[in-house]
C-alpha cells in the first residue's frame, strides 16, 4: 500500500519529494453502546483496515487535499487562515477540524500541507472512517511539525474537532479505539474517567465477523444526539439527592428503586439502556477474563436486544443481520456496533460456521430487505503509525 499512496501522491501533487505516509486503523466496538456519553464502559479494538495517508509540508500556508476514495472531486484547496467551523458537507472537514483543533489547542501549525488519503473502511459502514480520518491527520501534524502529542491527546483532539467543528455531539470511544489501538487486544475503557486497560482476545477457533447493512445512515446524527439528550433529562430527573454524576454511576439495582423518578416511558427505556449496558460491559469483560467466551456472547446479544427494544437504535435491517445470525450454530455471539440506524453488526462465529453465516445471513437478508449485505472477517490491529 505504501508505495501505491506514494506513487498516486507524485501523480497528484507532481513528485513524492518530501512526502511521508502513515496509517491509522478503523474500530468496531465488541460491547458497551451508547454508554460512552452517559459515563459508562465500553470495549472496541481498532482494525487492521482502516486510513492510508501520505503528507509533505509546503512552504506557503496553502492545504491541498486529495482522497483516493473520491478521486472525482479532484485536488480540494484551503488555507491555514481559512479553518473555521462549518457545516457544509464534504469529507475535507474531517482533516480540517483537526487542524484548526490543534490551534484550539495552542499547538503551532505554521505552514501548509499537502495530503493524499485512501481509506478501505466500507464506506459509510459505521466503523468510524472519520474518526480514522482524524486521527491520521492529528498524527500527522504531530509528527511533521514535531510536536510530541500523545495518542491519548490525539484521541480528544480528534473528539474535540468532531463536536466543535463538525457539530456531531460524538463520545470519546471511536477516536480512543483508533488512537490507543493495541494488536489483538480490546480496550475497556471507563469514559467517566479515561482509565483502561487492554484485555487480549484469544478467539481460539473462532472470528470476528462484520455484516455491514449497506443502509445509510440518513437520519442517523439526529437521532444520535436525541438520544443524548434523553439520557441527559433522565439523568437530571434522578439525580436529585443520589449524589451521581453520570447514568454509569448506577448499578441495575439503584436504578430500578429510582426510576419512576423519570417522568415519560420511552426516557425511562433509555436511561435503563445507558445502566444496564454499562453493567453488562464490565460483565462481558469479566467473563472473557474467565475464558469463558459462552457468556460473553450471551451478553453479546442482550446488549442488541436492549438496543433494539430499549434504546431503540436498531432498525429492520440491523435487526435482521442479528436475529439471522442467531439462527445459525456456531455463532457465539451477534449485535449491531457503533451508533445504530444503519451501518454493521458484529458477530463471533467458530471457524467452522463462518461460510455457511455468510450464506445464510446474506441470502435471508436479500430476501427480507431487498439488496445485498457484505460480510468482513477482520483482525484486530494497532493504532497509528508511520509506514
Ligand atoms: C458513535 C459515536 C460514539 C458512540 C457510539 C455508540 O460511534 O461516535 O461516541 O457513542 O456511536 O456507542
Wanted: with cysteine.
Amino acid at each position: 500500500m505504501k508505495e501505491t499512496i506514494l506513487k498516486k501522491f507524485a501523480e497528484v501533487y507532481g513528485t513524492q519529494e518530501g512526502a511521508r505516509a502513515f496509517f491509522a486503523p478503523g474500530r468496531v466496538n465488541l460491547i458497551g453502546e451508547h454508554t460512552d456519553y452517559n459515563g459508562g464502559h465500553v470495549f472496541p479494538c481498532a482494525l487492521t483496515i482502516g486510513t492510508y495517508a501520505v503528507a509533505r509540508k509546503r512552504n506557503d500556508r496553502k492545504l491541498r487535499f486529495f482522497s483516493m476514495n473520491f478521486e472525482h472531486l479532484g485536488v480540494i484547496e484551503s488555507s491555514l487562515d481559512d479553518l473555521k467551523p462549518r457545516r457544509e458537507a464534504g469529507w475535507t472537514n474531517y482533516p480540517k477540524g483537526v487542524m484548526w483543533a490543534f490551534g484550539e489547542k495552542g499547538y503551532q501549525i505554521d505552514s501548509g500541507l499537502d495530503i493524499l488519503l485512501n481509506g478501505n473502511i466500507p464506506n459509510g459502514s459505521g466503523l468510524s472512517s472519520s474518526a480514522s480520518v482524524e486521527v491520521v491527520t492529528g498524527y500527522i501534524l504531530s509528527e511533521l511539525f514535531d510536536l510530541h502529542v500523545s495518542n491519548q491527546d490525539l484521541a480528544l483532539i480528534g473528539q474535540f474537532s468532531e463536536n466543535n467543528f463538525n457539530g456531531v455531539n460524538c463520545g470519546i470511544m471511536d477516536q480512543f479505539a483508533i488512537a490507543m489501538g493495541k494488536k489483538d487486544n480490546a480496550i475497556f475503557l471507563d469514559t467517566a474517567d479515561l482509565s483502561y486497560e487492554y484485555a487480549p482476545i484469544k478467539l481460539d477457533g473462532a472470528k470476528i465477523v462484520i455484516s455491514c447493512s449497506n443502509k445509510k445512515r440518513g437520519l442517523g446524527s439526529s437521532k444520535y444526539n436525541e438520544r443524548r439528550e434523553e439520557c441527559e433529562m433522565a439523568l437530571s430527573e434522578i439525580q436529585t439527592g443520589m449524589g451521581i454524576n453520570t447514568l454509569g454511576d448506577l448499578t441495575e439495582e439503584q436504578f430500578e428503586m429510582v426510576k419512576m423518578a423519570i417522568k415519560d416511558e420511552d426516557r425511562r427505556k433509555r436511561a435503563k439502556h445507558a445502566v444496564y449496558e454499562n453493567q453488562r460491559t464490565i460483565k462481558a469483560v469479566q467473563a472473557l477474563k474467565d475464558n469463558d467466551i459462552a457468556l460473553f456472547g450471551k451478553l453479546m446479544n442482550e446488549s442488541h436486544i436492549s438496543l433494539r427494544d430499549d434504546y431503540e437504535v436498531t432498525g429492520e435491517e440491523l435487526d435482521t443481520l442479528v436475529e439471522e445470525a442467531w439462527k445459525i450454530d456456531g455463532v457465539i455471539g451477534s449485535r449491531m456496533t457503533g451508533a445504530g440506524f444503519g451501518g454493521c453488526t458484529v458477530s463471533i462465529v467458530k471457524d467452522e460456521a463462518v461460510d455457511e453465516f455468510i450464506e445464510k445471513v446474506g441470502k435471508a437478508y436479500k430476501a427480507t430487505i431487498g439488496y445485498a449485505a457484505d460480510f468482513y472477517v477482520v483482525e484486530i490491529g494497532s493504532g497509528p503509525c508511520e509506514l
